[in-house]
């Protein structure tokens, strides 16, 4: 069971970023998914969630209207697209499935906003 989690990098502020989380070993289509991040000496914050089909997100404040949460289950992958990058942004960003009591989170990759 892995989470692998690509996209991350340098952006300038105002720049996109596309994040994605691929499942091995497990199908995510039974899963709740999220974002997470965490920044240095910060506590790790939710950023967005997607319920099991897709039809219900929920977003942080600080990244509403910003960042959009999707998953295309066919391909057991989890996305997070990020637009309008600004310089609090900047954290490692990890992936998260949860069915009940069970969880599994993806390694991490870490964002930079900076000009």
């Known amino acids: 069971v892995q989470l692998v989690t690509s996209g991350g990098g340098l952006v300038h502020p105002g720049g996109s970023l596309k994040l994605s989380c691929t499942a091995y070993?497990?199908?995510?289509?039974?899963?709740?998914m999220s974002w997470y991040r965490q920044a240095p000496g910060e506590e790790r914050e939710l950023v967005a969630g997607?319920?099991?089909?897709?039809?219900?997100?929920d977003y942080a404040d600080q990244v509403k209207g910003r960042f959009t949460i999707s998953r295309d289950n066919a391909k057991n992958t989890l996305y997070l697209q990020m637009n309008s990058l600004k310089a609090e942004d900047p954290a490692v960003y990890s992936c998260?499935?949860?069915?009940?009591?069970?969880?599994?989170w993806g390694q991490g990759a870490q964002v930079t906003v900076s000009s």
């Open positions: 998260k499935a949860r069915h009940r009591a069970w969880e599994a």
């Open positions: 070993g497990f199908t995510i289509s039974r899963y709740a």
């Open positions: 997607i319920s099991s089909a897709g039809g219900s997100t």
